[in-house]
């Protein structure tokens, strides 16, 4: 098994297990926004319908089953994205 | 810290997305040249573990919950210019498939999370060993100089990013530029606090698991 692998395994256990017990509170920037009475300003100011608004998968009723989901084909696809974008960028290997 | 669509003025996010645009384009040409055919998967851990440490909020004071960013981490392994990269394919992803982030404001959430984030804590991390104030000279010979520079890189990180947030707020006439500096800058010291401490935390297993990751590190201790 390649060592970097296991680093895809931590992510995944990450996503999996950890973020269905995520903070619910809001973070730094909403609370601020609320605070300081801009939060507002982005209520139907949606430019783009995502798929998985607020990481979770449609169609799962279950609230940390649907965030697991979600994180585990979002972190799936992060890793795909950049190893993607690193094989696009990296040195072409001359010879075996 | 990724600001929605509504908050910014067109002016703002326009300019964001340009600027962006040609930092992106830069950093990507800069790990062309770089980046061996074997560090392409390393690419997609880093951006694998960001992506799902980002989904964990952990709880600050005042009902307020913040998360790891990344960016600081990510330039430490690879380079800022790579950590550029890594982010941006995250934050391509959660605007695009997570709705968090908007898509007029993802070159100002670029700019601060990846841009600022990478290059910002990188540098703090480069900087640190040469900090010799108060006999911490000492101190960076010995073993916790890694945790030590790796938390104070995470921390500048998250604190630059949220004061690049709160200047964008502030152009955009959301609110008086400096009280945006205050509120968010006071808030992510918080937050940076947990960024430093999974960003050293992390960074110490690796020295001990794949020590040639941060080998690069000099403590200024004479030891390399």
């Given at each position: 098994m390649k060592r970097w692998l296991w680093g895809l395994v931590i992510a995944v256990a990450v996503a999996v297990f950890l973020s269905p017990l995520a903070s619910r509170w809001p973070d730094g920037l909403e609370k601020v926004a609320a605070r300081k009475g801009f939060?507002?300003?982005?209520?139907?100011?949606?430019v783009l319908n995502a798929p998985m608004p607020d990481y979770a998968m449609p169609g799962l009723r279950n609230a940390p089953v649907s965030t697991a989901t979600a994180g585990f084909l979002g972190t799936i696809a992060a890793f795909g994205l950049a190893f993607g974008a690193g094989r696009l960028l990296a040195r072409r290997r001359k010879s075996r | 810290m990724h600001i929605p669509d509504g908050f910014l003025d067109a002016k703002v996010w326009a300019a964001a997305d340009v600027v962006a645009v040609a930092v992106v384009g830069a950093c990507a040409r800069k790990v062309k040249g770089n980046l061996?055919?074997?560090q392409a998967p390393l690419l997609g851990v880093t951006a694998a573990f960001v992506f799902a440490a980002q989904m964990v909020n952990f709880p600050v004071a005042g009902g307020t919950s913040g998360h790891f960013v990344g960016g600081a981490l990510i330039a430490i392994l690879l380079g800022p210019a790579a950590g550029v990269i890594v982010m941006t394919c995250v934050l391509l992803l959660q605007c695009f498939?997570?709705?968090?982030?908007?898509l007029l404001a993802l070159g100002a959430n670029i700019l601060n999370m990846g841009v600022v984030g990478s290059f910002l804590g990188y540098g703090v991390f480069a900087f640190?060993?040469?900090?010799?104030?108060?006999?911490l000279r000492r101190m960076w010979a010995g073993k916790g100089s890694l945790a030590v520079a790796a938390f104070a890189a995470g921390w500048f990180s998250v604190v630059g990013a949220a004061c690049f947030c709160a200047l964008e707020l502030g152009l955009s006439g959301r609110y008086p530029l400096w009280g945006a500096m205050a509120a968010m800058g006071s808030v992510h010291a918080l937050i940076g606090v947990g960024e430093g401490i999974i960003t050293a935390m992390v960074l110490n297993f690796l020295a001990r698991v794949r020590p040639e990751l941060t080998a690069g590190f000099d403590a200024g201790g004479g030891a390399e």
């Amino acid at each position: 098994m390649k060592r970097w692998l296991w680093g895809l395994v931590i992510a995944v256990a990450v996503a999996v297990f950890l973020s269905p017990l995520a903070s619910r509170w809001p973070d730094g920037l909403e609370k601020v926004a609320a605070r300081k009475g801009f939060l507002y300003r982005a209520e139907g100011k949606q430019v783009l319908n995502a798929p998985m608004p607020d990481y979770a998968m449609p169609g799962l009723r279950n609230a940390p089953v649907s965030t697991a989901t979600a994180g585990f084909l979002g972190t799936i696809a992060a890793f795909g994205l950049a190893f993607g974008a690193g094989r696009l960028l990296a040195r072409r290997r001359k010879s075996r | 810290m990724h600001i929605p669509d509504g908050f910014l003025d067109a002016k703002v996010w326009a300019a964001a997305d340009v600027v962006a645009v040609a930092v992106v384009g830069a950093c990507a040409r800069k790990v062309k040249g770089n980046l061996g055919e074997r560090q392409a998967p390393l690419l997609g851990v880093t951006a694998a573990f960001v992506f799902a440490a980002q989904m964990v909020n952990f709880p600050v004071a005042g009902g307020t919950s913040g998360h790891f960013v990344g960016g600081a981490l990510i330039a430490i392994l690879l380079g800022p210019a790579a950590g550029v990269i890594v982010m941006t394919c995250v934050l391509l992803l959660q605007c695009f498939i997570f709705a968090d982030g908007g898509l007029l404001a993802l070159g100002a959430n670029i700019l601060n999370m990846g841009v600022v984030g990478s290059f910002l804590g990188y540098g703090v991390f480069a900087f640190m060993p040469r900090v010799h104030l108060w006999g911490l000279r000492r101190m960076w010979a010995g073993k916790g100089s890694l945790a030590v520079a790796a938390f104070a890189a995470g921390w500048f990180s998250v604190v630059g990013a949220a004061c690049f947030c709160a200047l964008e707020l502030g152009l955009s006439g959301r609110y008086p530029l400096w009280g945006a500096m205050a509120a968010m800058g006071s808030v992510h010291a918080l937050i940076g606090v947990g960024e430093g401490i999974i960003t050293a935390m992390v960074l110490n297993f690796l020295a001990r698991v794949r020590p040639e990751l941060t080998a690069g590190f000099d403590a200024g201790g004479g030891a390399e």
